[in-house]
């Protein structure tokens, strides 16, 4: 069954990913850029201000440490993954040492290699990879891939170029990244594609090499360059989902279509919100995914399902809690994710940590009796094992402040007779639909604990008119219509 897994890629690939098991591997990891992105949500069809938000959804920063210096030091002794080094690799991680000491780059380096080396061990002799990087640091991955993969197996070095806003007086304008493909042997998959071609010149080419398009113009099957023009996505492209870094379907379509072949198993280890995943559902390929944030995961989970694509019938998700006991453990080993899985539990925005006054979690709701339309809802999430019914008082404080209409509070464990007394005297609010008629009452406070959000349906009320979290594009109706003719070599994009 395809498999989402949630957890560190270089634990999940030595522990569950068996050798040669996988025919493609797509990789967009971190590019060493030096920021952090966020994943921006925006209610669909609601673009009513303040009914925006975002939270963090990984850092691309890095920095020599402990840890680090542990994956240098284990990685080059063997001892950190399950394929042995090279001796190749271990020289030159050694000089990468030496020539760039202990800093950033060195670390994210650290980082990849072992993860790296893992990958060649799945992908089977047919396979191909390709690492999506940019300039920062695509010269020494290429060093890494070379020692990994082997020289002799480096096929393309493909460039994408896009058109996106932003521009700079002081250098070129930056509007390309890199892919480096190689594959694992001298005898891989490769379905050749091609496009369509308006060059004049017709030298070498006979009359019936060129056809005519919709709009009467002659053109050409022409095989596809190693220089790729496809558009980014744009904030008005349906596609887009608000998450950073999300690339293009049609620029997977091409990797997915050219080097694999239907049934085959396509791996994404760092798979951000599903965009790999999305396009190897549609062209029928089997699927891997692997993200160590529960957002992504979240998000992937709701883009599938949204349409029908169902967890538990088509696909599995392995690492997030399937039960009390591991929720505790994903609590005490981690509470931001534990908190990021509890607001995702009710479908709702994730927050900002930092400075969130107590807040984890937002649902907005379409409220016609208000101004702006836009009514809120809030989350506090308590991941300790003490609970108190001034945690109630505070949420109270908190709705008061921000002038929301309702609060939900989620502890370990069971509330107290003291919480459920503080929030019963907060009474209700009425939610109205357009003239002001009562169609629903609301508690102001529900107190909600992890045993409730195993339920099939969670003890939890809400207004009928919640806005959904992410947009999402419409993947089943896309399945239905996508077209597969990839069997047959040559065929156009």
């Known amino acids: ?10 634990d999940i690939l ?3 990913i068996k050798d040669e098991t996988v025919d493609l591997i797509y990789l967009d990891p971190p590019f060493q850029s030096g920021k952090n992105y966020n994943q921006i949500f925006q209610p669909k069809d609601f673009g009513v201000k303040g009914a925006t938000s975002q939270i963090q959804a990984f850092g691309d920063t890095w920095k020599w440490g402990e840890e680090p210096e542990k994956e240098y030091t284990e990685l080059i002794t063997g001892k950190l993954t399950t394929q042995k080094p090279s001796q190749k690799l271990i020289d030159l991680m050694k000089s990468m040492r030496g020539y760039l000491s202990e800093c950033p780059l060195l670390a994210y380096l650290c980082m990849m290699a072992p993860r790296l080396l893992e990958m060649r061990r799945v992908l089977r002799d047919t396979g191909s990879i390709y690492l999506h990087c940019d300039p920062t640091a695509s010269h020494y991955l290429k060093l890494v891939m070379d020692a990994i993969f082997g020289v002799k197996n480096f096929q393309n070095e493909i460039i994408w170029a896009y058109r996106t806003q932003g521009a700079t007086k002081k250098r070129w304008s930056r509007k390309h990244d890199i892919l480096l493909y190689y594959t694992k042997t001298n005898n891989w998959t490769f379905n050749y594609m091609t496009e369509r071609s308006y060059m004049k010149h017709k030298y070498g080419f006979a009359k019936k090499d060129f056809k005519i398009d919709e709009e009467g113009r002659q053109y050409r099957d022409a095989l596809i360059r190693d220089v790729w023009e496809i558009s980014a996505l744009q904030s008005a492209t349906k596609e887009k989902i608000g998450y950073p870094t999300q690339k293009p379907e049609a620029l997977l379509r091409r990797i997915i279509k050219a080097s694999s072949n239907e049934g085959d198993t396509v791996l994404d280890p760092f798979c951000g919100c599903g965009t790999t995943i999305a396009v190897a559902e549609k062209t029928r390929r089997a699927w891997i995914g692997i993200d160590i944030t529960y957002l992504a995961i979240d998000v ?3 883009r599938l399902e949204k349409h029908h694509i169902k967890e538990n019938e088509h696909f599995q998700v392995y690492g997030e809690p399937k039960d009390i006991y591991s929720a505790k453990k994903l609590a005490e080993r981690n509470s931001l994710e534990f908190e990021r899985w509890a607001v995702s539990k009710l479908n709702a925005i994730q927050t900002v940590r930092t400075g969130d006054k107590g807040v984890d979690g937002i649902i907005n709701f379409v409220d016609y009796t208000k101004k702006d339309k836009i009514g809120k809802g809030i989350i506090s999430v308590k991941s300790g094992q003490s609970i108190y019914p001034s945690m109630v008082r505070e949420l109270k404080g908190t709705i008061q402040s921000q002038n929301v209409d309702f609060g939900i509070l ?17 009474g209700y609010f009425d939610y109205c639909y357009q003239q002001g008629t009562v169609i629903s009452k ?13 339920n099939d349906y969670i003890p939890v009320k809400l207004p009928p008119s919640v806005i959904e979290p992410y947009r999402k594009p419409d993947i089943k109706k896309e399945i239905q219509q996508e077209t597969f003719t990839m069997k047959f070599k040559g065929v156009n994009e």
Do not use: R
């Open 410 to 426: 989620i502890t370990i464990k069971k509330a107290t007779k003291g919480m459920i007394e503080e929030a019963i005297k907060e």
């Open 1 to 10: 069954m395809n498999t989402l897994y949630y957890g560190d890629n270089l």
């Open 300 to 302: 992937i989970k709701k």
């Open 14 to 16: 030595k522990s569950y």
């Open 442 to 454: 609301i508690p102001k406070i529900q107190l909600l604990d992890i045993e409730d959000l195993f």
